[in-house]
Nanobody, 125 residues
Framework: QVQLVESGGGSVQAGDSLRLSCAAS????????MAWFRQTPRKEREFVAA????????YYPNSVMGRFTISRDNAKNTVYLQMNSLKPEDTAVYYC??????????????????WGQGTQVTVSS
């Protein structure tokens, strides 16, 4: 049974940094693509970052490019999201997601089979 557990969320001021972690179990972590999404009550789940199973390719939307960095530690079965220069519009519940690794990048929520429970990030101005 695949399980994903996020941690590291919290309340910060604009311009601050946070690092989210997602610990995975029940899978061969090094063979799975990993991603982060976020959601607010007013929006659909939004793609934030992805990293391929090989770790060599990362993907970001323009809204977080240059501010957020996704990384993975296969020895710890953990994926991270380093978030710098946070803005109030980054406020959301952040979700970790995974799927078996492929040769094609995935940016849509429906492409990921497994999800964590989410962690709240609140950025105040």
């Amino acid at each position: 049974q695949v399980q994903l557990v996020e941690s590291g969320g919290g309340s910060v001021q604009a311009g601050d940094s946070l690092r989210l972690s997602c610990a995975a179990s029940g899978l061969t972590f090094s063979t799975y693509d990993m991603a982060w999404f976020r959601q607010t009550p007013r929006k659909e789940r939004e793609f934030v970052a992805a990293i391929r199973w090989s770790g060599g390719n990362t993907y970001y939307p323009n809204s977080v490019m240059g501010r957020f960095t996704i990384s993975r530690d296969n020895a710890k079965n953990t994926v991270y999201l380093q978030m710098n220069s946070l803005k109030p519009e980054d406020t959301a519940v952040y979700y970790c997601a995974t799927r078996p690794g492929t040769d094609v990048a995935a940016y849509e929520a429906y492409e990921y089979a497994y999800w964590g429970q989410g962690t709240q990030v609140t950025v105040s101005s």
